[in-house]
């Protein structure tokens, strides 16, 4: 883990990495301001440039944060999924920045862990953590809960550090971390009543029937009629769907209600129950002759009106971070980020969630400035990905990157010194079988394409033409028209795996372990489509017998 500093005369910049949870591009007005205007967000790109091809290896959350850290793909660092613990053997760019002479300190979600190491000051939320009265996990108070809402407080604590613990006299690496706008999406109480009165346009594919794809877009259990539960995420009151004969979408669906509002205080419960009581009582009105098309119409503006609600909370404070770097002269020599750690789906194809090698799961919001050495207002299409983060901060602070790091520095992008020449990224989804049964997937993607292999339990190939097709609804794979552009792609992909270290072998490997753990613990891990997985089991019982 070597490092070497850089050269005294120059001034090592700070680092503020603020990361928020599920943040759609579609929900950023410097991206598309269709849904909702963030003038705050917004800034940083005034400042700064927004790429419009960055992207995961991996849509889930805990895996886009391991690989964030580490530099390194999911199969590398070993956290291809949200249920599988992170290996702490693993070195971390806040580490190596920690030893370069950094202070280092994170405030938010992380997701896994309790430690996080090479930190000198952490306020970190269990697990996925909770959008009212937050419990947080901290390295010199043990754990705590605090009183408020988790948008402000995990503000409210990176400002006090800021203000209080940073040291004028060294240089610094700032992780805030927002949990929203992650499901269940509860806005704060200031915003309930605007958003709950809004309606937002419907995207173009919402009622998308998937017929140009095969198994993998038909079988997913990420339908927000079919899928999305009526009271933790549409909020209807677990009594109301008892009243109406509404049939929760999980056994998770009335428990995720009343882990999420149940935690308020009375004070809380009385705005969020005045708001949301006139959607309650117009729904029980119109239920009974509500089609399936005027349902799943509902279930999208609800979606939005909560899902975006969050976000409005998530801009203002990103707000106050920026007016207190500006106000203490700390813009100047500071390289600033908003990023998120994947896509998702705002009702495009019907869905929400990630997980998908399609656009709105695997392209993130990305927005860099670093004042003085960036160009301001600028965009770039450059195939990007969260794996460069952590070459890219440890270049710009003159600390030596490991060698097995597997991405590549930003730096000749953000300042126009030096050369990009990376057309293409590797993408690749395990968590399968789970919640959501998106199967398990690797990709070749470039600015015109997309060859994508689903596997497992079904040997599948996509071919999109991005350029040709933007909303992904035709496979070309066997299109006459295409071969020679199939042909190269699979040189490519076969090249891509190659260079990043990843074969079926390793592929079965993590299979093996996550199938060995669902039998030995007679857990379905949250999927709905028992018989599919019923028929997962017993083909694996009966090779193994062979």
Known sequence: MGCSKAPEKVERPNIVFIMSDDHAYQAISAYDNTLIETPNIDRIAKMGMLFTNASVTNSICAPSRATILTGKHSHINGKVDNHFPFDTTNVTFPQILHDGGYQTAMFGKLHFGNNPKGFDQFKILPGQGKYYNPDFITKNEGNIQVEGYVTDIITDMTLDWLANERKADQPFMLMYL???????????????????????????TLFDDYSGRGRAAHEAEMNLLKDMHWAGDSKLRPEVLDELGIEPTSGWDKAAFEGEVGRMNPEQRAVWDKAYEKMIEDFKKAYPTMTEEDKMKWRYQRYMQDYLGTIRAV?????????????????????????SDQGFYL????????????????????????????????KSDAMVQNLDFAQTFLEAAGVEAPSDMQGESLLPLLTGEGEWTRDAVYYHYYEYPSVHMVKRHYAIITKDYKLVHYYFDVDEWELIDRKNDPYELKNVYDDPAYVEIREDLHKQLDGLREKYGDNSQV????????????????SYAGGKNTELLDKIFKDRKMSNEQ
Request: charged fraction near 25%; hydrophobic fraction near 35%.
């Open 507 to 522: 592929s079965q490997r993590y299979i093996d372990e996550y199938l060995d753990y669902l039998q030995k613990n007679n």
């Open 178 to 204: 927002h949990k929203a706008p992650h499901r269940e999406w509860l806005p704060a109480g200031r915003h309930v009543e605007e958003f709950t009165n809004r309606t937002f346009k419907e995207p173009a």
């Open 347 to 378: 009702g495009e194809h019907g869905w929400f969630d990630k997980r998908f090698v399609y656009n709105e799961s695997f392209k993130t919001p990305l927005i860099m400035a670093w004042p003085g050495r960036t160009q301001a207002g600028v």
């Open 315 to 339: 801009d203002e404070n990103v707000g106050r971070v920026l007016d207190y770097l500006e106000a203490n002269g700390l813009m100047e020599n500071t390289i600033i980020v908003y990023t």
